[in-house]
């Protein structure tokens, strides 16, 4: 996330404290994420073309593994 917050700033990340209503939270959030990162988050990519490079520079928000596409035989964490 582009605002994202650091030790010094916690106490202006409020989506970050669990005491806060859900919807405060949530507004938070938002306000702090560019219009790129929120239609990413609610972009699903197939597996084969999830590259990390694909998940990192456009925020992707999930990844599919169905349809026929299962992960390679021994694959790592990382594939």
Same mark, same amino acid.
Do not use: W
């Given at each position: 996330m582009?605002?994202s917050c650091? @030790? *010094?700033?916690?106490?202006?990340c409020?989506?970050?404290n669990q005491?806060?209503q ?5 507004? @938070?959030?938002l306000?702090?994420?560019t ?5 990413g988050?609610?972009?699903?990519i197939?597996? %084969?073309?999830? %590259?990390?490079?694909?998940?990192? @520079?456009?925020?992707?928000g *999930?990844?599919? %593994?169905g ?5 390679f035989?021994?694959a790592?964490p990382? @594939?």
């Amino acid at each position: 996330m582009s605002n994202s917050c650091s @030790d *010094s700033v916690k106490a202006n990340c409020v989506y970050k404290n669990q005491n806060e209503q859900i919807e405060v939270r949530v507004k @938070d959030l938002l306000s702090k994420m560019t219009l790129n990162e929120k239609a990413g988050q609610m972009t699903q990519i197939e597996r %084969t073309v999830a %590259t990390h490079s694909a998940i990192k @520079d456009l925020s992707i928000g *999930s990844i599919l %593994t169905g349809g026929g596409s299962g992960p390679f035989d021994k694959a790592s964490p990382c @594939d």
